[in-house]
């Protein structure tokens, strides 16, 4: 099974931006459809992007089309996120998972997580 571990995570003024990296150990991260979700408080958890195994291709939730962009590191067996014009609804918890086969976007059909990394974004 693979493991993930999320970090980037930090406290930003609105505008700003910042990478998330999701590690995996265990096995091949180009193997696995990974995508990133986000948790606030008192919401549910929700997609933000994905990138799919093998060729690589990407999708994005609304919210963060045109400010996010998903990539894959196979030297380096990570994912990043990278995130830009960062705004105070952007705040929660980013999390990884990864599933064995195409992309999706229930979180539902993830059966591998990492622990979260907190992302606050300040006005």
């Known amino acids: 099974q693979v493991q993930l571990v999320e970090s980037g995570g930090g406290l930003v003024q609105a505008g700003g931006s910042l990478r998330l990296s999701c590690v995996a150990s265990g096995r091949t991260i180009s193997d696995y459809t990974v995508a990133w979700f986000r948790q606030a408080p008192g919401k549910e958890r929700e997609f933000v992007a994905v990138?799919?195994?093998?060729?690589?291709?990407?999708d994005y939730a609304n919210s963060a089309q045109g400010r996010f962009t998903i990539s894959r590191s196979n030297a380096k067996n990570t994912v990043y996120l990278q995130m830009n014009s960062l705004k105070p609804e952007d705040t929660a918890v980013y999390y990884c998972a990864a599933r064995i086969s195409d992309w999706s976007t229930s979180r539902l059909e993830y059966p591998f997580w990492g622990r979260g990394t907190q992302v606050t974004v300040s006005s």
């Open positions: 990138i799919t195994w093998g060729d690589g291709r990407t």
